[in-house]
């Protein structure tokens, strides 16, 4: 099975607990998803089917030299938080540096694109507070599909 990316907010796959109510899980119990276009990985956390809420979140983890689509999202503002890794992201032509610790907002239609450096990995929590939005890539679009590993 496969779960095109703007399905995630409402993806069954991989995600634990269903319905609204608190919950409390660990993140390697979450399955792994894997792009079928690049090498990212990605686990969902939070979304509509396991909180009743329309929010998204997920961790989000590239490999050494990776990088992700150039994209933006349509009426929505997202935000990220690096956990671990090096890479730069680029803005609407603008270069930043990331490491652990950096946080990142990215405006409604701000064109984006996320690189991890060439001899590190890079792994982020991704929040969007809609998970319901419109992404438009300008490159290849994504895909999800269950790790075998």
């Not at 329309?54 to 990088?67: E, F, Q, R």
């Amino acid at each position: 099975m496969s779960v095109p990316h703007h399905r995630l907010h409402e993806s069954d796959v991989g995600v634990i607990g269903r319905g609204p109510g608190s919950k409390v899980f660990h993140v390697e119990e979450v399955t792994e998803l894997a792009s079928q276009h690049d090498g990212r990985r990605k686990k969902i956390l939070l979304n509509a089917i396991n909180t009743g809420s329309p929010l998204l979140v997920d961790i989000v983890s590239y490999a050494p030299g990776g990088t992700s689509p150039l994209h933006f999202h349509r009426e929505i503002d997202h935000f990220f938080f690096v956990l671990e890794g090096r890479g730069r992201i680029v803005i609407n032509g603008q270069d930043h540096p990331l490491r652990a610790g950096t946080v990142v907002w990215i405006a409604a239609g701000d064109m984006h694109k996320v690189y991890a450096d060439a001899d590190s990995p890079l792994t982020f929590l991704e929040y969007f507070s809609r998970g319901a939005h419109e992404t438009v890539f300008l490159e290849q679009a994504c895909e999800w599909r269950p790790d075998p590993r």
